[in-house]
């Protein structure tokens, strides 16, 4: 995963042409870091995104922006667009985000 760390990065990675799957999360979250334990396998079985990171409490204003309310988010974006919006309360398992990923495939 790769770590995005100011806006530039951020609105570069949105519009690269690999669809972009962006996690929100902070350090201090737990449920980010249960995440972190099982987000591995899911990357490898759904390549055909580009994976990024983001620490909410770096860029705010991305956050607010794309409406990540609760953390950790997955959030996709084709050419500059957010297609798709996993809420935390929906991301805390490796099933609720492979079931997420698989839909956006359908």
Known sequence: MISIT???????AIRQDKPALVKFQAGWCPDCTRLDMFIGPIQEQFDGYTWYDIDRDVLPE???AYDVRGIP?????KDGEKTAHL???HAKTPDQ???FLTSLER
């Open 87 to 89: 809420h935390s309360a």
């Open 62 to 64: 991305v956050a607010e």
């Open 6 to 12: 100011t806006l530039e990065q951020f609105e570069e």
């Open 73 to 77: 988010s997955l959030l996709v974006f």
């Open 97 to 99: 985000v492979t079931e």
